[in-house]
């Protein structure tokens, strides 16, 4: 797939319309991992080759875009409007293919961090998983080496332990402490679905 796209960005023949066919293909195949039954693993491989791919071909067309500003400069200097009217348009087509990409690129990211992250909370019995998830994705960030860790560089794993550790009030509390039962550590009552996201909220 993106073999064609790199001999299209090579040979300079991309245009609006083949940038509307790649970001549709692409889409596609990202779709087609997240529905796949494969393993983690292999899901983590897949991404992580489209999405250095498509940074190379970002990488491409921004070196096109700068050597076009050259050549229109070059063409107002030497008076040739027409030959400038078209280096510009083709410009311009091009930044919109780039703006498609850094929208190709966030996606994978983005996919990249959830697929990680999932994987890394299945250890934990969590209140909520779905806000605990949509907590932690904001701490997160996809390094140069592919791995998914936080922020401020600690791994994931070290991360979500410390996280856990500095609140514990949203994983499940253990034993059985009854219907309607109020948790003394976290202070909102277990039943209540609604308090418990607000506490964590409150305590983020």
């Avoid at 027409?82 to 919109?96: D, G, I, Q, R």
């Avoid at 697929?115 to 960030?141: C, M, R, T, W």
């Amino acid at each position: 797939m993106f073999k064609k796209v790199s001999e299209l960005l090579n040979n300079g023949s991309i245009n609006e319309e083949v940038a509307k066919a790649l970001d549709a293909e692409i889409q596609a195949e990202l779709t087609k991992l997240r529905d796949e039954s494969a393993s983690w693993r292999v899901k983590h491989k897949e991404l992580q080759d489209t999405f250095n791919e498509v940074s190379e071909s970002k990488k491409q067309l921004e070196t096109q875009v700068a050597g076009l500003d050259e050549k229109i400069a070059k063409a107002k200097e030497d008076g040739k409007a027409e030959l400038v009217k078209s280096l510009e348009t083709e410009k311009a087509e091009k930044n919109e293919l780039v703006k498609k990409f850094n929208d190709m690129e966030m996606s994978n990211k983005n996919l990249k961090i959830e697929n990680s992250l999932n994987k890394a909370l299945g250890g934990y019995e969590l209140i909520d998983n779905d806000i605990v998830s949509q907590v932690l994705k904001a701490d997160l960030d996809v390094k140069d080496d592919g791995n998914v860790s936080f922020k401020d560089g600690k791994s994931l794993e070290d991360g979500l332990k410390g996280f856990f550790e500095a609140k514990p009030h949203l994983l499940k509390p253990k034993g059985n402490g009854g219907s309607g039962a109020e948790d003394n550590n976290s202070g909102f009552a277990k039943d209540s679905l609604t308090a418990q996201k607000l506490a964590m909220l409150n305590n983020r």
